[in-house]
């Protein structure tokens, strides 16, 4: 008698590689969108101190010249903003596509686990069913040499 072995081997170690990949991807999706909302926080925090320092330059008096130097940078900063809101709407975009890859992956992976699973008990009832007819023939010859 042989041990076990499953047709489809190769393909499964194929599916299971390619779901890693796609593990892979997903997190380094995740890394990027988390490093780009920390530079959107540090942004708005240099927007809202900017505002401040204004606020309090504006108190103590301060010429125009500045003020509009501090609105030109705050425009900037502002549409900086906007476009850092954009590459993070497209990271969760490129989150939600991994996931989608990562769960189809797995699902193929999971059919082939099923196959295999099957195949298994498939090879063991046979195994059985050879082993209960050998000892059939055994003691049928048995009973045979005996007579």
Do not use: P, W
Request: aromatic share 8%; net charge positive; with cysteine.
């Amino acid at each position: 008698m042989h041990g076990f072995k499953f047709r489809y081997e190769n393909l499964l170690e194929v599916k299971q590689k390619y779901e890693d990949v796609k593990k892979g991807k997903l997190n380094q999706a995740q890394s990027k969108l988390e490093s780009e909302k920390i530079y959107l926080t540090n942004l708005e925090m240099d927007q809202t101190n900017c505002h401040l320092h204004v606020a309090s330059k504006m108190e103590m008096g301060v010429n125009v010249g500045h003020l509009k130097s501090y609105h030109t940078y705050l425009a900037g900063l502002k549409k900086t903003i906007d476009n850092q809101m954009v590459k993070i709407e497209k990271c969760n975009n490129e989150i939600i596509t991994c996931r989608n890859e990562l769960i189809q992956a797995s699902k193929e992976k999971k059919t082939f686990e099923k196959l295999k699973e099957k195949a298994k008990e498939t090879f063991y009832e046979e195994q059985k069913k050879e082993e209960a007819n050998f000892i059939d023939q055994l003691v049928t010859f048995k009973n045979f040499s005996s007579n």
